[in-house]
């Protein structure tokens, strides 16, 4: 019904790094080839957390959207805009807030586990606890039936199914609906009208998944029926009534193999990452002082591999004869750390060269990305103006 399409949003945390890169970034760069794709910067949701610091939210925006640039997302297949500059989102976000039981966003799994991670945090605010509200609309807003996410944002995506489903429960029916629908029902000759109310009961107190689809097929073809009472009908049939939002599926984005310098996973806040766009000088130096297996204390001594996190990053960056090359001298201590560690420099420099090289350009003309994103605001206003257009209009909120 309505065309395959990508949304997904991400907080601006400022500059990204390679853990970014191997999880969400190159997912994106895959996707924006194969559907049409909305990549947004989430500023408000920076603000349910940094409400009382939000100064650095812009600076942080342009940085990750360079960033993005930079790994390869295409303003040419993907449309790049941020979620302040298209206020419907605020709008539709703030409707759900009148039809969403407290209930659902307090049980929402990361509210609770949130407020407990940030403790130093007043988190007991309006906005945090609409967090769910807030990203429903912008996925609901765009009826985007994509959603890539990583495994934590899943209770989410779930969440803006359950509201979707309840909109169109509550609004997506004219007055009057059930009695015009049994009139449709009318309409059928006598054979269809029999067949109708017989698979519409097996769709619906069974499940029976073929009995939806003939049921549809012959709503489609009975010649007797207007546009509007065909409508009426699939409504009637799946008991949904008309669907003004579209619930919407998650792509999972397997999480990141990227380790950090530490061994753990890469993360601002473990102080163990490499950025996308660090300096060569720096992502040496950083590699080169990785701790190593601990029982290699002399260059002597043979070592082990799977208690090394260089070994993880060979993992990322090394082909077979060099992964091969490093399990053998290090068991034999035929090669030293600061050898091993070479070809994983050489491989993050490798990769972060036409980054590099793309950055730069936009470093040396801002208002190129000025301009993408402005077309990407523009892009996405249009269509959730149109959403919001159906939604005022089910809500009788038109004015006309
Ligand atoms: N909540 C997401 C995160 O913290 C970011 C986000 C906001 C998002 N709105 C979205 C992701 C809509 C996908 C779709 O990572
Ligand atoms: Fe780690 Fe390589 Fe040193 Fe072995 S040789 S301990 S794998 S850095």
Redesign the pocket.
């Known amino acids: 019904m309505y065309a395959e399409r990508v949304?997904?949003?991400?907080?601006p945390t400022g500059s990204l790094h390679l853990g970014h890169y191997h999880g969400v970034l190159k997912n994106w760069v895959r996707l924006q080839n194969e559907y049409p794709c909305l990549f947004?910067v989430?500023d408000w949701?920076a603000l349910t957390t940094q409400y009382d610091d939000p100064r650095g939210i812009e600076q942080a925006t342009w940085d990750m959207v360079i960033d993005w640039l930079a790994a390869g997302v295409d303003p040419n297949k993907a449309s790049l805009f941020i979620?302040s500059q298209v206020p419907e989102h605020a709008e539709l976000h703030l409707l759900f807030s009148m039809m969403t039981p407290l209930g659902w966003l307090e049980r929402v799994p990361t509210y609770k586990d949130q407020q407990e991670k940030l403790a130093g945090k007043d988190l007991t605010t309006y906005g945090f606890l609409g967090?769910p509200l807030?990203?429903s609309a912008?996925?609901l807003i765009y009826r985007?039936d994509k959603?890539?996410?990583?495994e934590?944002?899943i209770p989410?995506?779930e969440f803006s199914r359950e509201l979707a489903r309840r909109f169109n429960h509550l609004y997506g029916r004219e007055p009057g609906f059930e009695e015009k629908a049994r009139e449709a029902v009318g309409k059928l000759n006598s054979k269809n009208k029999r067949s109708f109310e017989h698979l519409r009961t097996r769709y619906q107190q069974d499940g029976d998944a073929g009995a939806l689809e003939q049921a549809r097929a012959l709503v489609q073809e009975a010649q007797s029926l207007s546009h509007a009472d065909r409508e009426r009908l699939m409504g009637y049939l799946e008991g949904t009534g008309k669907m003004i939002l579209v619930e919407p599926g998650y792509l999972l984005t397997e999480a990141s193999k990227m380790p950090g310098l530490d061994g753990q996973k890469m993360s601002k806040s473990y102080n163990n990452t490499i950025t996308l766009r660090e300096d060569a000088a720096s992502v040496t130096q950083k590699v080169k002082r990785m701790p190593t297996d601990p029982s290699r204390v002399r260059r002597t001594d043979a070592g082990d591999p799977d208690k090394c996190p260089v070994w993880q990053l060979h993992q990322v960056y090394s082909d077979e004869a060099c992964k091969d090359w490093v399990q053998k001298g290090c068991r034999s201590a035929g090669i030293g750390c600061l050898e091993c560690k070479q070809p994983v420099i050489d491989g993050i420099l490798r990769e972060q060269a036409p980054m590099q090289e793309r950055a730069q350009s936009y470093l040396d003309n801002p208002a190129l990305v000025r301009d993408i994103i402005a077309d990407g605001n523009a892009k996405a206003s249009k269509l959730a103006r149109e959403t919001m257009r159906d939604v005022r209009a089910a809500m009788g909120l038109s004015y006309r």
């Open positions: 949304l997904s949003g991400m907080r947004f989430a949701h979620q967090y807030l990203m912008d996925i985007a959603v890539p996410v990583g934590d944002q989410h995506v």
